[in-house]
């Protein structure tokens, strides 16, 4: 009997980056946005040397044992980046997905998805200090203390300044460096808004057929055995150094801190009675709802009354399975059920399945009570196999809350916490939560526009040996 089972895929940790496969927990970090000028030879030959001085810090995903780097990188090119150090590769005629070529902004693709209005439209991102177009590689640097992430940044700007302007640093902030450094809050886990973060990453599996969200296959470039396998490319030179790399959707994300404490606020004064409990109880009860956990982490789901110490953490639960097919624990449009709605049930071109992404982020910009007028929010790194199927699917849910059958038909509503307020005739702007006897709790919307976008790349985080492929070829 000839035993035709797949055999167990063994990913090679060390030709991966190893942001994709482990969440760093060093303290301090910063993303260093760059432009490519490759007109001439010298300029080429520059480029390259620019990888090239970076390949001893660059950090795969092979366990660093007891003690960690003191300081390390990682690497991301978008289309135009790959374009420019891999020509042969012709990205914009190649099979490399079709919303990773267009990029982010482009507004019959991605903007469909992600619906950047107003300040945040794309015409917008960078604070204007740059085009869309212009951002060719990020480099992703860790350290474990602010001196080891200067000595880090230094080795980065002094290899991008070899090159006499080959390589042109973008600094997109306004503030004293212009660049995305994560602010040291305390407690460090913890966001803007003061919830906990990072929680719920899903726990790759390590099985090539599979065909759960969570597995590998669906992050990592060619390790699917599926019959119609993403994520891509599947084929040509461009499969071949696109293997072992994942694609990042990097968004920068100002909170507007003010608006949102002025709201909780605000609203709690007027539903405390309704609850009978304290305003500062409501506050953080109403924070609780529009995210689906308490701050500390708790979801509603499983301590819907109080925080708890006991599940701050907690991921293993359903909204089905624990009784709460009504939104009376956790409401549907709350955060993270809008952003992995489980067991509750979806409707996604005939799936089923939840898709999923792995989430890298931190914050920047002081915190409101160090310096109030600062920019402050988050830079999220959002790693997935497929940007179209996994990235904007889940963030065009965000949007319109259109895609379970918990909605009903009625108007479509938004993710109270990030969605992009934005008026249709089909839109409900209010924020409802269901309550035990029937007096559901309606904040009269449009809803403040907490979160606004500051910018958004889409990269490939490519392999190891496709990095140092990049760096050995003479121009």
Known sequence: MTNTQIPPVVPELHDIQGLIIRGYTHPCSV????????????????????????????????????????????????????????????????????????????????????????DGDPKNWWNKKFANEDVHCVVHAYAMNPGALDKIAAIITDAAEKSKGAVAELKPLVSETGRLEQYPLIPDDYVHFRYRDSIDNPDMNDDPAGADPQDLNNFLIGYSTLPDPIPGPLSGPEAKFAKN????????????????????????????????????????WLAAKMCGRWRNGSPLVLSPENPEQSTSKSTDFQYKANDDMQGLKCPFSAHTRVSNPRDEGV????????????????????????????????????????????????????????FSPVFGDKKTPQDPLIANRFAQSNMDQNFTIPMEDGKNIVITGPLPQFVVTRGTAYFLLPSISALQEIAATVA
């Open 347 to 402: 409707e996604v071109a005939g799936s089923d399945l939840v898709p999923r992404i792995l989430r890298r982020g931190m914050a920047y910009g002081a915190p409101i009570a160090v310096d109030k007028d600062a920019d402050r929010g988050l830079i999220g790194l959002f790693l997935c196999g497929d940007l179209s199927s996994q990235f904007e699917t889940i963030y065009g849910w965000i949007n319109m809350n259109n």
């Open 245 to 284: 790399g994942c694609y990042n959707a990097f968004r920068i994300l100002h909170q507007n801190t003010e608006a949102f404490n002025s709201f909780l606020e605000e609203q709690a004064e007027k539903i405390a009675p309704q609850l009978n409990k304290t305003k500062e109880y409501t506050v953080e």
């Open 31 to 118: 993303h260093l946005l760059f432009k490519f000028t490759s007109k001439s030879k010298t300029e080429t030959q520059a480029v390259r040397d620019f990888f090239k001085d970076l390949l001893p810090y660059l950090q795969n995903a092979e366990d660093w044992g007891a003690l960690k780097p003191e300081y390390m990188l990682n690497i991301g090119l978008t289309a135009g980046g790959i374009a420019i150090v891999k020509p042969e590769l012709n990205v914009q005629a190649s099979s490399f997905p079709a919303t990773f070529k267009k990029g982010p902004w482009n507004k019959n693709n991605a903007q469909q998805s992600l619906g950047d209005y107003g």
